[in-house]
């Protein structure tokens, strides 16, 4: 069974960064795409950024270049927030999909940007 842990939210004023990390433990060797989702209080989980098994980068059309994902091997994944909005604040989720198309999710770190 995969497991997803994160760290690094908090709270953090308009125009300020966090980093956001997720690991990973368990056994499934076929897992390819991980990023990060998010939900915010009444609104649909949706996508932040993946990093495809292949290396490739895909965000949420309102990241606009202020995130960036990146991967350290095929287990870990981080997510560097920089010039965050108050609409930024939400619960982040790390997920992870394998090749067979599992998906994992962790259990979510709030990030709340302060106006």
């Known amino acids: 069974q995969v497991q997803l842990v994160e760290s690094g939210g908090g709270l953090v004023q308009t125009g300020g960064s966090l980093r956001l990390s997720c690991e990973t433990s368990g056994a499934d060797s076929t897992i390819d795409n991980m990023g990060w989702y998010r939900q915010a209080p009444g609104k649909r989980r949706e996508l932040v950024a993946i990093?495809?098994?292949?290396?490739?980068r895909l965000y949420g059309d309102f990241v606009k270049g202020r995130f960036t994902v990146s991967r350290d091997n095929a287990r870990n994944v981080y997510l560097q927030m920089n010039s965050l909005k108050p609409e930024d604040t939400a619960v982040y989720y790390c997920n992870a999909r394998s090749s067979a198309g599992l998906e994992y999710w962790g259990q979510g770190t709030q990030v709340t940007v302060s106006s």
């Open positions: 990093v495809t098994g292949s290396g490739t």
